[in-house]
């Protein structure tokens, strides 16, 4: 009796899920087991299409940096904690990351502070469509603790990205791609 209840009221219940990116269809809700899975069959098949559209979309943006960017993303991350570290020892010592020969971690992080301070002092720059007043933008005084290390981490971040892009520029036939215009065309002999 209680199963015939239960059946009859999600008989016509439907559901849909929604992403910024994709939103699925609508689907009917059912009762079942999938693959050992005590969830309705609908709602696995949902849940499956969402994350394999998620899955695409990362999987077609393009890798620029070879991970560097990254590396050097993450050892910014390391050494700002351990300069704010709340055990006051580590702080003392204020290690010194091994990141190679060409690039410091402490330089970085002294580079991108005076970048945000110089922002701050310049303003908000609008950037292509965004339009007036919709950004919302921390500011580096205003900033505390863990807002301040994501603040320097993506401004190391972007400072890799102009690097990329001027390197990219200089190669003035390999760089084509940064310019609009088409490649030289060379003759065929």
């Known amino acids: 009796a209680i199963h015939e209840v239960l059946d009859s009221y999600f008989s016509g219940l439907q559901m849909r899920f929604s992403t910024k990116r994709y939103t699925t269809a609508w689907d009917r809700l059912e009762a079942g087991i999938v693959m050992g899975c005590a969830v309705s069959p609908i709602l696995f098949v949902i849940v499956m299409q969402v994350l394999l559209r998620a899955v695409e979309n990362k999987a077609s943006t393009t890798d620029r940096g070879g991970g560097f960017e990254e590396f050097k993303a993450e050892k910014t991350r390391l050494q700002l904690m351990l300069k704010v570290s709340k055990d006051g020892m580590v702080r003392s010592v204020q290690p010194n990351l091994k990141t190679g020969r060409k690039w410091k971690a402490v330089d970085a992080i002294c580079d991108a ?12 720059i609008q950037t292509g469509r965004q339009g007036l007043g919709n950004s919302n933008v921390k500011w580096w005084p205003k900033a505390t603790g863990k807002i301040q290390r994501v603040l320097v981490i993506q401004e190391v971040r972007s400072e890799e990205e102009r690097n990329m892009y001027v390197k990219a520029i200089q190669q003035s036939q390999q760089g084509r791609w940064t310019i609009r215009d088409p490649a030289v065309q060379k003759p065929l002999t």
């Open 113 to 124: 502070e005076n970048n945000l301070k110089t922002k701050e002092m310049m303003g908000v």
